[in-house]
C-alpha cells in the first residue's frame, strides 16, 4: 500500500504524492507536511501534528499505547507501538538514539522521547527529569509496613446489595453479592483500579489514562483481571450499544444509572475471557414505596328510561268518575294507541312528522356532505399534489418502515455491504425524522462536522430536529464510494447528497445537492460515523422564508 497523508479539516486519508510540495486532499485542501510531521508506521500515514486534535494518537488507527520518538536527525515524529521492534527513523533513515530523554511540549500539545537538546517546537531546552519522590510510611516496630486503611463501603440504600471489600492485601477482585451500582464500586475499590482501554483488533485491554473501563487485579501476581465501566451512567441507549456490547451484555440497554451483575473477566495479558452483565435504573428494593391500590367501586349500568303511566287513583264511594280522572276534551277527541305502543302514558301527545319530508332532509344533507368531500379532494389534488415529495416511499399511501437502529455487521457481508446498509438505514431514519434511531448510527464525538473540527453527535441530531421543525425533508445518496483502510477499522465514503424539502408555512420547495464525505469507524461489528464534510442543513433553514405572491404573512 502506498504511502498516505491525513486531512485533518475533512477527516480523510489520500495517497501520498512524491512529486510536489503540497498534498491536495479530495475536497481541494492543501496541505504542507513542513516542520514537525507525525508518522504511524501501522498505518503508513502522515500528518500535520499541530492541526489534529488529539495528537498523542494516530488520527486513523487512534491507537493509544504508543511511545512518540522525535528524530534528532529530521523532524519526523514517529508513532511506535511499545512492542515495535523498529529502530530506524522512516524519514531520513537515522538510527534511533541510544540516549533519549522525555519533553512535554506545549506547542504540540502531547510528550515526546527524543536524543534533542532543544525542541524545535517550542524551542526550549530539553533536560532531564527530576525523580519523583517515593511516598514515606511509617514503620513497625519489627519493620512492616501497615496495611492501608480500607475504603469504606456505600450505605445499602444507595449501593443495593453492598459489595465485599478488604484491605490493600486483600486481591480477591471485585467480589458481590448482588447488582450494585457502579459509582458504589468505584468508591469501593477505588485505590485497587486501574483505566484500561480495549484494543478490538486484538481483543485486549491496555493502560490508558483516558480508557472506558477499569481494572481490579485478582491475587498477587495478578492471575486475572475483573472489569468494569468507568462511566457511572448512560445517556442514551447508543452509548452502551457503541462503547460496552462487545465486553457486556444488557437485557434492555437505555439511558440511566449502570448496575453491575458481573464484571467482565480478562487474563493475565488482557485478553478478554468472559463478558460481564449490566442492568439500567434497578430499582433498589429498600427504596421501593408500596404505591397505594385504588379501589374502584364497579358503576352499575342505568337501566334505561322508561316511561310508565301514571297511577290511576283508587275509586271512592260515592264520589264521581269524572272527577277522580282529568277528563278534557283533548282526551276524549282521539284515541290513544301510543300508550299502548310506545310506552308513552295515556293522554301524551305525539308529534309526528310526516315521513316524506324527513326523507328529504335526509337525502339533502347527504347530497350536500358528497359534494364538500368532492371539492375538499379537488383542492388537495391541484393545490397539493405538486408539492409533494420526489420519493414515494415517504409520506406517501404506502409509508417507509421504520428502519431498526444500528446493526452489528453479518458473518455473511463485506465491510463495504455492512456500510451501505448503515448509510440506507441513516437514510430511512433520516427521511421519518425517527431522532432516537438517527442517533444510534452516529460515533460519540464527529471529526470533522462541517466547518468545525470537532462537534458530538447530539449535534447532528438536533440539526435535523430543527430542520424537521421549518421543512417537510427528504435526503437521498447516489452513486457511493466506498473506501475501506486495510486494517477494516475505519472507511471513508463519498456520495452526491440530494436534500428536497418544502417549507410548511410558506410552501415554498428548497433543493440542495452536495458532494458529501462520510468517516466510518468500526466499534465492534458496528459501523459508525464519525465525520462529516458537510451536515445536512438547508442553508436557509435558519433563516425567514420568502413570502410567495399571494400569501400573507401575519
Known amino acids: 500500500m502506498p504511502p498516505t497523508v491525513w486531512c485533518a479539516q475533512h477527516a480523510v486519508r489520500f495517497p501520498f504524492n512524491p512529486g510536489s510540495d503540497e498534498q491536495t486532499c479530495p475536497a481541494g485542501h492543501s496541505i504542507r507536511l513542513e516542520g514537525i510531521a507525525g508518522y504511524c508506521p501501522s498505518c503508513d500515514l502522515q500528518w500535520d501534528v499541530r492541526e489534529v486534535e488529539q495528537p498523542e494518537t494516530c488520527p486513523y488507527c487512534q491507537t493509544g499505547n504508543v511511545r512518540r520518538y522525535l528524530c534528532h536527525t529530521c523532524q519526523r515524529l514517529t508513532y511506535l507501538p511499545i512492542e515495535s521492534a523498529d529502530t530506524t527513523c522512516q524519514g531520513c533513515g537515522t538510527p534511533f538514539a541510544q540516549t533519549v530523554l522525555p519533553h512535554a511540549c506545549r506547542v504540540l500539545r502531547a510528550e515526546v522521547v527524543t536524543g534533542r537538546q532543544v525542541c524545535p517546537a517550542c524551542q526550549e531546552s530539553i533536560r532531564q527529569r527530576a525523580p519523583a519522590p517515593t511516598p514515606t510510611t511509617k514503620q513497625s516496630t519489627n519493620g512492616a509496613t501497615p496495611a492501608a486503611v480500607p475504603a469504606t463501603v456505600p450505605a445499602a440504600s444507595e449501593a443495593g446489595a453492598e459489595p465485599t471489600a478488604g484491605t490493600a492485601e486483600d486481591t480477591g477482585g471485585i467480589r458481590l453479592t448482588g447488582p450494585v451500582r457502579v459509582r458504589s464500586l468505584h468508591a469501593t475499590y477505588g485505590s485497587r483500579l486501574v483505566r484500561v482501554h480495549f484494543d478490538y483488533n486484538r481483543r485486549r485491554f491496555f493502560r490508558n489514562e483516558k480508557g472506558l473501563f477499569y481494572a481490579c487485579g485478582v491475587g498477587a501476581p495478578p492471575t486475572h483481571y475483573h472489569i468494569i465501566p468507568s462511566w457511572s451512567r448512560f445517556g442514551v441507549a447508543g452509548d452502551f450499544v457503541h462503547w460496552f456490547s462487545e465486553i457486556f451484555d444488557c437485557p434492555q440497554p437505555k439511558g440511566g444509572d449502570i448496575w453491575v451483575h458481573a464484571p467482565a473477566v480478562a487474563d493475565a495479558e488482557g485478553t478478554l475471557l468472559h463478558k460481564g452483565l449490566l442492568e439500567i435504573d434497578r430499582p433498589p428494593e429498600a427504596v421501593l414505596w408500596p404505591r397505594p391500590q385504588s379501589h374502584h367501586t364497579p358503576v352499575e349500568p342505568e337501566a334505561p328510561a322508561r316511561y310508565f303511566p301514571a297511577p290511576v287513583p283508587p275509586l271512592t264511594a260515592g264520589v264521581p268518575v269524572s272527577s277522580v280522572v282529568d277528563v278534557t276534551p283533548a282526551t276524549v277527541a282521539q284515541p290513544q294507541p301510543a300508550a299502548m305502543n ?202 425567514t422564508p420568502k413570502r410567495t405572491p399571494g400569501t400573507s404573512q401575519r
Open 342 to 543: 310506545t310506552r308513552q302514558p295515556a293522554g301524551a301527545t305525539v308529534n309526528r312528522q310526516p315521513q316524506p319530508a324527513r326523507r328529504r332532509w335526509m337525502l339533502a344533507g347527504l347530497l350536500l356532505l358528497f359534494v364538500a368531500i368532492g371539492v375538499g379532494l379537488a383542492i388537495y389534488f391541484v393545490a397539493l399534489a405538486p408539492h409533494r415529495p420526489a420519493n414515494p416511499t415517504v409520506n406517501s399511501g404506502n409509508p417507509a418502515p421504520a428502519p431498526p437502529p444500528n446493526q452489528p455487521q453479518a458473518t455473511n457481508q463485506t465491510n463495504q455491504q455492512a456500510i451501505l446498509v448503515a448509510m440506507e438505514g441513516l437514510t430511512l431514519a433520516f427521511n421519518g425524522q425517527l431522532t432516537e434511531t438517527y442517533a444510534t448510527y452516529f460515533d460519540r464525538t464527529l471529526r470533522p462536522y462541517g466547518n468545525r473540527r470537532e462537534a458530538p453527535a447530539r449535534q447532528a441530531v438536533d440539526d435535523l430536529q430543527k430542520l424537521a421543525e421549518t421543512y417537510t425533508v427528504t435526503m437521498t445518496h447516489e452513486n457511493p464510494q466506498v473506501a475501506v483502510d486495510a486494517q477494516g477499522a475505519q472507511a471513508t465514503v463519498t456520495a452526491n447528497r440530494l436534500l428536497s424539502g418544502r417549507h410548511r408555512q410558506t410552501g415554498q420547495l428548497v433543493k440542495s445537492t452536495e458532494r458529501v464525505t462520510y468517516r466510518f469507524v468500526k466499534r465492534g461489528a458496528n459501523w459508525l460515523i464519525a465525520g462529516i464534510s458537510h451536515p445536512a442543513v438547508f442553508p436557509s433553514a435558519t433563516a
